[in-house]
């Protein structure tokens, strides 16, 4: 059975960082492209960032380019979200999700990741 945990999420200043995990099991980690999402209160998802099942290639919004980093240990069948900067508009619940792909779709459809991790809350507040 396929599944998704995030952790790493939580309360974090303006300017601070953290770094979310997305550990899989149940599936052949290395031939699923990995997003990550996230949902602030009152706002439609947003797709933040993408990677490739080889790790080779990956994606961000431009909210978020230069800022966040995603990378993967298909070893470990863990992604990683490195967030820099953070700024009070990047708080939202963050979820990870897996797309059977080797390359990743355009992050504004959603409907190609077809299985989900459950989120983790990340707050960024003085």
């Known amino acids: 059975q396929l599944q998704l945990v995030e952790s790493g999420g939580g309360l974090v200043q303006p300017g601070g960082s953290l770094r979310l995990s997305c550990a899989a099991s149940?599936?052949?980690?290395?031939?699923?492209?990995i997003g990550w999402f996230r949902q602030a209160p009152g706002k439609e998802h947003e797709g933040v960032s993408c990677?490739?099942?080889?790790?080779?290639?990956?994606i961000y919004a431009v909210s978020v380019k230069g800022r966040f980093t995603i990378s993967r240990d298909n070893a470990k069948n863990t992604v990683y979200l490195q967030m820099n900067s953070l700024k009070p508009e990047d708080t939202a619940v963050y979820y990870c999700?897996?797309?059977?792909?080797?390359?990743?779709?355009?992050?504004?459809?959603?409907?190609?990741?077809?299985?989900w991790g459950q989120g983790t809350q990340v707050t960024v507040s003085s």
């Open positions: 999700a897996a797309a059977k792909l080797s390359g990743c779709p355009p992050l504004s459809r959603r409907a190609d990741f077809g299985s």
């Open positions: 149940g599936f052949t980690f290395d031939y699923y492209a």
């Open positions: 990677i490739s099942s080889s790790g080779g290639r990956t």
